[in-house]
C-alpha cells in the first residue's frame, strides 16, 4: 500500500517534471510586446541608497528624481523613475539580480547606472542581452569602455556621462608633476576595484614622469589609518588617496599633521565631500567642475534646491541629472523613429550614441565620443580645498 | 628610531582600545561562559552616541563648555547609555535562555548584533559620523603633545592612552575589592554554588552587563574622537576585542588588557614593518597558535569541565 | 512531512530497537501523535514515504518557470534552490553536529571561486562540468577538513570565534589574492569574470535567452538539490548520522562511550564544506563572475536564520526555511508587497493567539478602533499628518487606519523607532490586564513604524527583519518550524 501510493506520486510528478521543461523552452522565448509612449514608461536606476557609499546614492537620487520630474514633462513623456539599492559592502550579486527584475518588467525602457564600477561589470552582460541599454553616472573604471590591459568589462550597452580613470589618472599625474612639482609621491589604494584601478592609473603616469613612488595597500577592513601615516616619508609631497569616504580622507590629512609630515592629501572624484573632507591644502580631482559656478544652471540648482532644502550641491548629483537627460532624449528619439510604440529596447539603445546635448549641466556641449560610449573631450578638474574648507578650481 | 616610537605610540592608542573592548567580553563571558557578538555593536552605539551628545553640545566648532567637560561628558554620556543598552539585551535577549543549550544565546547574540547593526542604519543613516576633534582650540590636541626624541605624541592620543588606562584601573579595583566584584569573581567561578550562597545571581548579570558595557561605551568615544565612526564598525571591532580576550585567557581582566596591547602592537608592527595588507593574517595567526598551543590564553587558567 | 530522524518514524511498529533508549522513543512517539481535528489525514498522509514527498516537492517546483515567464521570479526561485543546498549544508554542521560553524559561507566562496579558477580564462584552465564539479566538491570537503583540524579541540564559543576569522581570513586572502607572491590569483577585489557556464549533454547551459533568465540552471540546481538531500538522508541515517546527534546532544558522554569525537566533528564539518562548494560552482556558473564580498556576513546570517526558521536538524524543516525566507527577502525590498506582508502577518498573527484567547479578539477590535481614531483626530488636528503618498493596501482600508504623514520631521523616526522596542519590551513583562491594554497602542505603533519609517529603507529593514526572527525564534521556538524538540532526560 505504502509502495504503490509512493511509487503513483513519484510517476505523477516525473511526468509533470518532464511536461514543465518543455513548456518552460517555449515559455521564456516569446519576446515583450512594444511600449506606447503615450502610458507610463519607467526607467530604473541602480545605485548604492545604504551601507557605506550610502551618501552617493542618495545625492544621485534626488538629482535624477528632480530630472525626471522637470524634463519628463518637457520632452511630453510619462516617466516613472525606480530606484534599485546596490550597496557596495554586499558585492556584485545584488546588481545581478536587480538586472534580472527590470529585464523582467515590460516598461523598463532605460537603466541609469549602476553607480559603482564592479555592479556594472556584474550587470553589464543582462542588459546588454536584453537590448536595455544603461548609463552610468559615475561609474569611473577605464576597462568598462576601453580595452586597455586586453579585456573589455563593459559591453555596448553601457554607456557613461564622465570620463574615465584612463583620464582622471593622467591628470592628477600630470598635476603633480607639472604644477606641483613633486619628487615623491605615496599612493595608496583600499582593495577594492575603483582604488585599485585608479591608483595603477597614477602610479603609471607619475613613474613614466620620473617621479619616485611608493604603494600602500590597506585592507578594506582598515579603520585607523595610523600605521599608514608613518609609513609616509617625511620628505613626500603627496599622499595620494582615492577613497570614496572622503571622512577617511579628512582623517588622513589631519594624521598627516599630527605626526608633522609635510605631505598633502590628493583625492580622487570619490573623496568629493566639502562637508566631510575640508583639510586646507589639499587637492581633490573631479569629472564635474562646480556647477554652481555655471550662469545657466542657476535655474536648475535652485528648483532642486527647493526639493531638497537641506542638502548641498555636490559633484556626483549633477552627472545623475545629465544621465537622466540623456536617457529621456533617447527615449524620445525612439518613440518619434517608431511612431509612437517603442517595439523593442533596441531601439532605445540604438538611439543612445545620437544623443547631443546643447545645454549640458556640467557646462558645454554633450555628445558620445565615436570611438568609445564614453563623452566626447570630457575632462578631469582639479581643485584645492581653502581655509575656510571650500573646494577651489585650480586646473 | 623615530618610525619605531611612532608605531610603539600608535600600537597604544589602538591596544587600549581594543583592551576596553576586549574587557567586557571577558567580563561577560566570567559569569556568563556567554560570547556577546553584540558587544561590537554596542562600542558601535557607543561611538554614535557621543557623536549625538557632541551635537547637543554645539560640536567642535562651536561647544557651550570647555573642552575638558566636554570630552568627560561626552565620554559618561556615551558609558551611561551603553549600559543601558547591555542591559536590555541582556534581560531580553539573553536572559530567556540562561538555562537553553550553550549555542541557543549564542545564535541570539548573532541576531541582536545584526539587529543592532540594522537599526542603527535605519534612523541614522550610513553616512561616516566625524567628530572633527581637529576643530577643538585650533587643533592644539593633535598639534601639542609631549616629544619623545623626534616623535611628538599629540595630546589626543595620551588622553586615549590615559583614560583607557584609569578605566582598567578601576576596573581591577571594582573587581578584586568590592563586595560586588567578589560577587562577580563567585559567580564566575561556579554560578550554581554562588546561588546557594546566597549571591542574587541575576543582580551580578545586570552589573557585569552594566560594567562591560560601560567599557563598551568609553571605548566607543576613545575611538571615535580619532577616527569617524560608521553603522557597521561594530564587526570587526567586536572581532578584534574577543581575539585580545581569547588572547589573555577569557575570563581574566589583566588577561585582556595584555591581550588588546599585544593585538595593537601586532597589528601596529605588521603594517609598519611587513605589510599593510596583510595584518589580518598575522592577528588571525596569533590567534590559531594560542588556540592550539595554549587555549587558556596568556593569564587564564585552563577551563575543568564537570561531569 | 515525515520526520527526518529514522528512529522516531519506526518506532511505533517496530518496538524498542537497539541503540536506542526505550523511554526516549516512546516519548518522540507520543510527542509525534497526531491530535486535533485533522488527524485522520495527518494519519494517511504518513503513509506516503519520505521519497515520495521529495519527488512530489521537486514537481511542484519545477512548475514555477512554467506558471512564471518573468525572468526575475524565475532568477528569485534558483536563488531560492540554491539557499536550500546551502541550507542543507549547514544543517549538517549545526543541526547534526551541533556545531556553531560562522565560516560557512566561506566555503561557498571556496567552492565560486575553486570553480572560477579550473573553468575561466583567468588561467586559461577549462576543464569540463563532469570533472569540475566533483573536483571542487573535494576541495570544499578538504578545506573544510582543514579547518576543522585547529578546531578540533575547541567547545561551542571558540569554534565559533575560529570559523568567524576564518571568513574573514578568507575574505582578505581573497581580496588581496591579486598579489599573493607576486602573482595575481584571486583577481583582488576584482574578482574573477568571464567564468565558463556549466557544460552537460553537449551543450553549454546559457542563463539567459533574450535578456530574460533561462530555466536550465533552474533545473540543474533541482537536480543538484534532490541528489545532495538524499545522501545527505542516508548519511544520516547511517552510523556517523547516529553519532553525530549523540554528540550533538552530549559532547562529553559521548567521548565517554567512546566515540571518535575529533573525526566526527572534522566529518560534519566536511559534508557541509562540501556541500556549500558544490552550491558554489552553480552560482559561480551562473553568474559568471565571483567577488569577494558576496560571500559575507550578511548571507551567513541570512542562511543561518533559514536554518534556524525551518528548524535546524531536520531536513524538510530547513528546506522549509529557505522557501520562506529567500522570497520573504526579496520582497521586502518593494514597498507595496513589503506592506501587504506586514499587515497579513500582524492579521495572521493576532488571529492565531485569539483563537486561544477570547480576551485578545478584545484587544484587536480595539487596535482597530484605536488606529482610526487616532487617524481621525490627526486629520482634525493638522491634514498633513495623514496626506503621506496613498498605498491603497487592503483597498484602502490601511489608508484611513495608519497616519502617514507627507513630511516626516527628522525626531519622529529615532523615537518612534525606539518607543516601539521599548513598548514590545514592556509588554513582554506586562501580565493579564495591562498587557492587553498595553498591546493596543503597541500594536498600532509597530504600524505606524513599519509605514513611516522602515518601508522607507527597505534594505537595512529587511536585514532588521531577520535579526528580530533570529532573537524571537531562539526565545519562543529554538527548535523552529518543524525541528525535532529535544528530549531532556533528567
Redesign the interface.
Known sequence: MKKAIGLALAVLATSVVAASAQGAQKGSSAIAAGVSCKGTMKIAFLTPLTGGAGFLGNEQGSWAKYAVKTLAPAMHLKIQLVMGDTPVEQGAAVAQTLAQKYVGDRKVVGIIGPSTSGAVVAATQTFFQAGLAHISPSATKTDLTKRENGKLEGTPAFFRDVPGDYIQGPTDANYMIKTLHVKKVVIMDFQEPYSTGLAAAVERTLKAGGVSTTRLSASNTTTDYSAFVTKVPNDADIVFFPTQKPGDAQTFAQQLLEQGKKAKVFGGDGSNGPGQFKAPGSYVSNFAPDITGIKADAKIIAGWKKDNPKSTVGSFGPPSYGAVQIMLSAIKRACAADHGVIKNRHDVLRQMKRVKISNWILGGKFAFSTKSNDPLNAKFYIFKIQQDGSYKLVG | MD?FT??TV?AL??GSVYALIALGYTLI?GVL???NFAHGDVFMVGSFIGFGVLQLLGGTDNPVVPVWALLVIITFAAMAGCATLGV?IE???YR??RD?????????A???????A??M????????R?YNT?DLSN?AL??RGIDIGN??V?L?RIITIVAAFVLMVLLWFLVNRTRTGKAMRATSFDREAAAMMGIDIDRVIVFTFVLGSALAGAAGVL?AV???T?V??G???G?KG??AA?IGGIGSIPGAMAGGLILGFA??YT??YVS??????VV?SI??AF??FR?QGLLGRPDI?K? | MTDSTPHSSSIPASGPAVGQDEWVARHAARRLMPVGPLRTVEERLRIVPWWAWLVLFIAAMSLLPVVESSGYVRRVGFDTVLYMLLALGLNVVVGWGGLLDLGYVAFYGVGAYAYALLDSDKFGVHLPTLVAVPVVVVIGAVVGFLLGLPSRRLTGDYLAIVTLFFLQLFQTVMTNGDSAFGHNLTGGPNGILRIDPLHLFGHDLTVQHQGVFAVSYFYVALGFFAVVFVALRFVNSSRTGRAWRSLREDPLAAEAMGMPVNWLKLMSFSFGAAVAALTGTLFAALNASVFPLTFYFVLLITVYTMVILGGSGSQPGVVAGALIISPLLEMLRDPGKSRIIFFAVLIGGVGLAARRSRTLGVAAAATIAFGFAVHELARAIDASWVSGEKAGGFAGAVDHWVVHPAQLASWIPPVSYIGLIAATLLVTTLHGRLRLVALVPTLYLSAFVWENVMLAKPEPARYIVLGLILIALMILRPNGLLGERRVEIV
Open positions: 618610525q611612532q608605531l600608535d592608542t589602538l563571558y561562559k556567554l560570547l536590555v534581560r531580553f535577549a530567556p535562555l537553553a543549550p550553550r549555542i541557543a544565546p549564542l545564535i541570539s548573532l541576531g541582536v548584533s545584526f539587529f543592532l540594522n537599526s542604519q535605519l534612523l541614522f543613516g550610513a553616512d561616516p566625524n581637529f587643533g593633535y598639534l616623535v611628538r599629540p589626543l575611538f580619532r577616527v569617524p560608521t557597521s564598525i564587526f570587526v571591532a572581532l574577543f581575539t581569547v597589528e601596529s603594517q609598519g599593510t595588507k596583510w595584518s589580518d593574517l588571525f590567534l590559531i588556540m592550539i587555549p569541565s561531569v
